[in-house]
C-alpha cells in the first residue's frame, strides 16, 4: 500500500534543528519532498544534501522571505501540499526582570510567525486541498511563571489554528495544531543549563506535564499527523486530558498551588536570569541571539 506521504511537498520552518529537522528526516524517509525553512544555512544546507531536499533561509517574521521560501518551493516541486509551521524560542525572565524586546519577539516568532507563514503558504496549499500544522505546546493550556510570552504565543496558535480551520475547511484544506509537552530539543536543553530553578521546577511537575519527550518520538507524531490529517496532536497523548481540564489547571486552585511554590522559585529565577546577561539560549537563531 502507498504511503500518503509519498511524493507529497511537505514544508517546515524552523528545520535547521530540533523538530523540524527531525520531523523533515521522518518526512523524506516516508518518501515527502520536503522543503527546509530556517535561519541556519550551514545546517540548512547539510541537512538539504542528506535529503535531496531544496532549503531557504527565512526568518518567520519577515514576510517577504517566507513569500520567496513559498515561491521557490513551488517553483521546485510544483506545488505545496502540506505546511508544519514550527519555528520557535522562549525567551528568558519575568515581565519584571526580562528583556521586553525580547519577550515580544518570543511572541512575534512563535506567533505572528505562524500566521505569516499560513498566508505565505495558503495559496497553494489551498490549491492542493492540503494539510496545515501549527506548532502550538502544552504551554496553551498551563500557565507557568517565567514563561509568560511563550504560553500566550502557544494559546494564540491554538485559537488561530481553530479560527482558520473553519474558514479554510470549505475549501478542502485541513488544519491542525500540535501540543507536546517538554521536549528534548536545544529549546528545552539551553533553559535547564541557563536556569537552574527551571530545571528543578521541570523535576518537580507532574505525569504527563513533568518529563521530557524524544524528539524523534514527537516529529513522529507530527509525521503522523500530515499523513492523516489531524485534528489535534498531543506529546505524550495524556496532554489531551490537560487540554480538557484546563479551566481546572488555570483556576482558583492552580493559583494557589502554583502561586505557593512561585514565593521562592520566582526570585530564585530572577536572579539566575539577571546573572545569565542575555535573554535567549545558547542555540537560538536570529536577530537578539
Known sequence: MRDPLDGRVVLVTGAARGLGEHTARLAA?????V????????????????????WFEADVTDQAALDAAARGTREAYGRIDAV?????????????????DAH???VEVDLIGVMRTVRA?????VARRGYFLLVSSAAAFVA???MAPYCAAKAGVEHFGTAIRHELG??????????????????????QADLPSFREALARLPWPVGGTTTAQRCAAAFVDAIARRRRRVYVPRAIAVVQ???????????????????????????AQVRALGRAYGAHTAGPGS
Open 121 to 125: 503558504t495558503v495559496e497553494e496549499v
Open 170 to 191: 470549505p475549501r478542502g484544506v485541513a488544519v491542525g495544531t500540535a501540543h507536546p509537552s517538554w521536549v528534548d530539543t536545544d529549546l528545552v536543553r539551553d533553559a
Open 29 to 33: 524517509a516516508r518518501g515527502a519532498r
Open 35 to 54: 522543503a527546509l525553512v530556517g535561519l541556519e544555512p550551514e545546517r540548512l544546507a547539510a541537512l538539504a544534501g542528506e535529503l535531496d531536499a531544496r
Open 144 to 146: 507557568l511563571p517565567g
Open 84 to 100: 508544519v509551521a514550527n519555528a520557535g524560542i522562549a525567551s528568558r525572565g519575568t515581565i519584571l526582570v526580562g528583556d521586553i
Open 244 to 270: 480538557a481540564v484546563r479551566t481546572v489547571v488555570n483556576g482558583p486552585l492552580a493559583d494557589r498551588v502554583i502561586g505557593r511554590g512561585a514565593r521562592t522559585s520566582v526570585p530564585e529565577m530572577e
Open 104 to 106: 515580544v519577539r518570543t
